[in-house]
């Protein structure tokens, strides 16, 4: 349990790069992640793998120009 800033991503779809995200932990399971750097060239519904915690999958639910 706990929290980690400016953790990466990686695309599972689409071919956005570059994110990172801010995530809290509790009772093992992700409960918030936040975007922490936007990244590039992602759109809605795209879904991203979150490094080193196996199991969590992010969609893109917003963007920005």
């Known amino acids: ?3 980690a800033e400016g953790v990466a991503t990686t ?3 689409g071919s956005g790069a570059g994110a990172t995200v801010n995530i809290v932990i ?3 399971q992700a409960q918030l992640a936040t975007v922490a750097e936007g990244g ?3 759109v809605q519904g795209d879904r991203l793998s979150v ?3 196996d199991g ?3 969609v ?3 963007t920005s120009d």
């Open 26 to 28: 509790a009772s093992g």
């Open 11 to 13: 695309a599972i779809t």
């Open 56 to 58: 969590v999958v992010l």
């Open 40 to 42: 590039a060239d992602y």
């Open 60 to 62: 893109v639910t917003r």
């Open 51 to 53: 490094t080193g915690y």
């Open 1 to 3: 349990d706990g929290s």
